[in-house]
């Protein structure tokens, strides 16, 4: 899972915030840094994703704040709500894909035009400071061999929210193991030449990390904020262990289409 020239007993590579390399305009720009020429496309699987789709899109609208537009993709599996409706007003671009999120997330990064890929999920809005904290990481070249992930986050004030975010914590720093509701970020290139994500039905973002490897991983003190939904409605200590059991299946190498039955 990791690499045996990075240490277990720190945290993955941390990308410096804006703000430790200089003071920043009211827009959260270093103040006399060059302004960026940053090519990135964002791309979001979907599939009757329209509850929380807009506040994922407002939260990357203020990346034309720090100076550069993405271009936004939204992969839908096939959706019946308003989620095609919701991307339109924003301005993204919907392709339309067969449902899973390994399909729809290889999708949408054959359709994307830019350097950068940003791959995030349609119930996770990036807080404010991402852009700024994106043109720090792709202004150095060496990280066009790296990929980088936020900070995972929960929307939810309760106790057990915060001993799920400790968890993550822990298993980034131990395991290099950062989920998809985390986003990555990664150059085109690189994206190609490990191979892309697969089309799986599930741990297509295990599966792609693992290839990275933990020495090529950054982390973003920027947190991803995701929708605490799914853990109140199933129990956050149910669906830690199922999510736990469904990961020690991966790596006893069940066949993800087996292990997507047992996931829901």
């Excluded at 994307?112 to 404010?128: I, Q, S, Y």
């Excluded at 395991?175 to 799986?200: A, N, S, V, W």
Aim: net charge positive; glycine share 10%; proline share 5%.
């Amino acid at each position: 899972m990791g690499s045996s020239d990075t240490s277990k007993n720190e945290d993955l590579w941390r990308v410096p915030l804006p703000g430790a390399l200089g003071p920043l305009d009211a827009h959260g720009r270093r103040i006399g840094a060059p302004a960026p020429d940053l090519s990135i496309s964002v791309i979001i699987p979907c599939l009757n994703a329209a509850k929380g789709l807009k506040r994922t899109l407002d939260a990357l609208a203020s990346a034309e704040r720090s100076g550069f537009t993405p271009e936004i993709i939204i992969a839908d599996g096939g959706s019946t709500d308003a989620t095609r409706d919701i991307a339109e007003a924003a301005g993204a671009r919907v392709i339309d894909c067969a449902p899973g999120r390994g399909i729809q997330l290889a999708a949408g990064a054959r359709a994307a035009k830019g350097d950068w890929l940003l791959f995030l999920h349609a119930d996770t809005a990036l807080e404010r400071g991402w852009a700024s904290s994106v043109m720090v990481f792709t202004s150095n070249d060496r990280n066009r061999e790296r990929g980088a992930v936020f900070t995972f986050a929960l929307d939810d004030d309760s106790p057990a929210a915060r001993r799920l975010e400790g968890m993550v914590r822990w298993r980034n720093r131990w395991l290099g193991l950062p989920y998809g509701d985390q986003g990555l970020l990664i150059h085109r290139r690189f994206y190609r030449r490990l191979g892309g994500y697969k089309e799986i039905p599930l741990m297509e973002d295990v599966e792609f990390i693992r290839r990275i490897g933990m020495s090529r991983l950054a982390l973003f003190d920027i947190r991803a904020i995701t929708s605490a939904e799914r853990y109140v409605r199933g129990g956050y200590i149910r669906r830690a262990l199922r999510n736990l059991f469904c990961l020690t299946l991966f790596f006893l190498r069940v066949p993800p289409r087996l292990i997507a039955r047992i996931y829901g």
